[in-house]
């Protein structure tokens, strides 16, 4: 079980290494710490407790009831979120009937794994700022990541008005041109939530879509928050 000491522990389980390397890591910006399996017999084989369990539908070896079944047998009784590419009402209606606390469709939002972890895992924080990675990326001097952050907060200011007050959201290239920077500048403060929802945005940019921004502001706004703090 969590303890108001640790980080809770979150077990993944994905034959696509895609989608095993997204899912772990949405869990770790949730504030957890991940382990991994890619199949039945790699997850049967996993040692520690776990708090959450996030497990395909459709493995290589075993279906996602069956080895829940089998880590219920073994006394791991940690809540299960099962996953799929493909869940109708009838599929889902199954799973919670096998004993999953819920269900997540892929492909998913980061923001939508934050907050299906939270639910599950109510202790968890998401890592709006990763401190340790940014000071890795810009060689660990505290002061320049100070100066850094302080213009990423200006960059977002800047960034808001120019969606909801100026035209930049009616030109998608120039909107596009403006999220690649703000992936750098993400890369450099350690904001990996902002930058996963920029480059979500600006992938669905590329397909010819303008999704609604709403979703994108309000982390900009969050982020924007905890840089002032």
Known sequence: MMTTNSRPRVLIVDDDPISLRFLEAAAMQSGCVVATAVDGVATLAAHGDFDLLLIDRRLPDIDGVELLRALRERGIAAPA?????????????????????????????????IEIVAQHLPK??????????ALDSIGGDAHALHALRGLLAQELEELERDLTHGDLAASPARLDERLHRLRASCGFCGAPILAAAAARLAGELRVG?????????????????ALHN
């Open 81 to 113: 979120i099962a996953t799929s590419a493909e869940i109708d009402v009838a599929t889902a209606n199954e799973l919670y009937a096998a004993g999953f606390a819920d269900v997540l469709e892929k492909p998913v939002s980061v923001r939508r794994v």
């Open 124 to 133: 968890t924080t998401p890592i709006l700022l990763d401190d340790i990675a």
């Open 209 to 225: 879509t303008m999704p609604p921004l709403d979703e994108f502001l309000r982390t900009c706004r969050e982020t924007a928050m």
